[in-house]
């Protein structure tokens, strides 16, 4: 593991009760960071696997506090507003600060588009694009109040650079996504805030395995839409691990990568090559 100084820094995790949250949360903890961890802890209608739990989150800020590190579990809806505003400032009332934001919470569902109805369309949206709009931007103003940098991570997705049949709303969110990095990215970079996204491929989480319990077979060929299984390493189809994101996000999160924004990572085992 590349070793990383977030000494000081305060991390600000969104869907941090289980799966890649919980990842990048232990993996900021490592690297010396203090972490906000937070999640809406209670399902969604159109989102047929469990979502984190009361119990789940406070064992991520049990995860990050082994480091050695404070955590703060906050339970927010990040497609709230209200909520949103009042995460960011008990965060900043308790620590004095957030440097780092990982827009990491995202939902998942299957439907063709001629068949998807207007309520999961709009949750999924609301969680996976809104979200990232409205952490992006109170997170951004704090950073831009504080006048001392920051630096915005998000979550995007293969599905952000090519369609998924049966995925339009997902695939429509994660495009947006991309877009709103490359826009946030010239906006904030007056205020020395590097603003940048990753493109994962299908990773071993709940949410994939959820899926995969919820829509099995139908699930596994979304996966592979596009192109077949999604990692040459592993003609199987294997998936990536959770771990192998959030090494981006630390990339991406440090001074080492201090020249890199409005920019998409893919970190899909080559899934978008072929």
């Not at 100084?5 to 903890?29: E, I, L, M, N």
């Not at 802890?41 to 984190?52: A, H, K, R, S, W």
């Not at 949750?123 to 809104?130: A, T």
């Not at 003609?235 to 409005?262: C, H, N, Q």
Request: aromatic letters at 6%; proline letters at 3%.
């Amino acid at each position: 593991m590349v070793q990383y100084d977030f000494s000081g820094k305060v991390a600000f995790v969104t869907g941090a009760a289980h799966g890649q949250g919980r990842s990048h949360a232990q993996h900021y903890a490592k690297h010396g960071a203090d972490v906000v961890v937070t999640d809406i802890i209670e399902n969604m209608e159109t989102v047929p696997y469990d979502l984190g739990t009361e119990e789940e989150l406070a064992e991520t800020a049990n995860l990050v506090e082994q480091e050695g590190q404070e955590a703060l579990p906050i339970e927010a809806d990040v497609s709230k507003e209200d909520e949103v505003e009042a995460a960011v400032d008990q965060a900043v009332d308790h620590f004095g600060k957030i440097d780092i934001l990982a827009n990491n919470a995202g939902i998942e569902s299957i439907s063709e588009m001629t068949e998807m109805d207007e309520a999961m369309w709009d949750e999924l949206i609301d969680v996976n694009l809104k979200g990232v709009w409205l952490c992006s931007k109170h997170v951004g103003q704090h950073f831009i109040d504080r006048g001392d940098g920051g630096k915005i991570v998000s979550t995007s997705s293969t599905a952000g650079k090519a369609g998924v049949p049966g995925n339009g709303h997902y695939v429509a969110a994660k495009h947006g996504v991309i877009g709103l990095t490359k826009t946030l990215a010239l906006e904030l970079a007056e205020y020395d805030v590097n603003v940048n996204c990753i493109g994962p491929t299908a990773i071993n989480t709940q949410m994939v395995q959820g899926m995969i319990e919820s829509a099995g077979e139908e699930f596994m060929e979304e996966i592979g839409a596009m192109s077949g299984p999604t990692n040459i390493f592993d003609p199987e189809g294997g998936m990536i691990e959770e771990k192998d994101i959030s090494e981006a996000y630390m990339w991406l999160s440090s001074d080492a990568a201090r020249f890199v924004t409005g920019t998409y990572l893919p970190v899909d085992a080559g899934f978008l090559a072929k």
